[in-house]
């Protein structure tokens, strides 16, 4: 138990060290959201997509499972040419369709934003 005391420090907090869990993890906050636009893929889900930069190669750039466009720009950042940001199914502004979603519907989500940037 690192830092006990007995008795308690006079206020009755506990001591801690370090950023609360509320606090950002890298130390550097996630980007502002930034105006998006709503495609629909060949299979009917329409999702959120944000393009940013010029010129090939094109890059697609999926979040990890609860997290979003902001979330994933700065791995974009030392990236060049045209970057390809997306909401899964679910996420932001995509759309949330009925039923059990499988990876293979992840996989399609990836595949169509891919085909629709180019």
Do not use: C
């Not at 308690?8 to 950002?24: F, H, I, V, Y």
């Not at 499972?65 to 040419?81: D, E, H, K, Y």
């Not at 679910?90 to 940037?117: E, K, Q, T």
């Amino acid at each position: 138990m690192r830092g006990f005391r007995w008795p308690p420090p006079p206020d009755g907090g506990p001591r801690t060290w370090g950023p609360g869990p509320g606090a950002p993890r890298t130390g550097r906050p996630a980007l502002p959201e930034p105006d998006t636009e709503l495609v629909t893929t060949p299979h009917g889900v329409r999702l959120e997509r944000l393009i940013t930069g010029a010129g090939d190669p094109v890059t697609v750039f999926a979040h990890g499972l609860g997290n979003g466009i902001a979330t994933t720009r700065p791995f974009g950042s030392g990236v060049t040419g045209r970057k390809v940001f997306f909401q899964f199914r679910g996420h932001g502004r995509s759309d949330a369709p009925p039923g059990p979603w499988s990876y293979a519907d992840l996989a399609r989500d990836v595949r169509a934003i891919a085909d629709l940037s180019g």
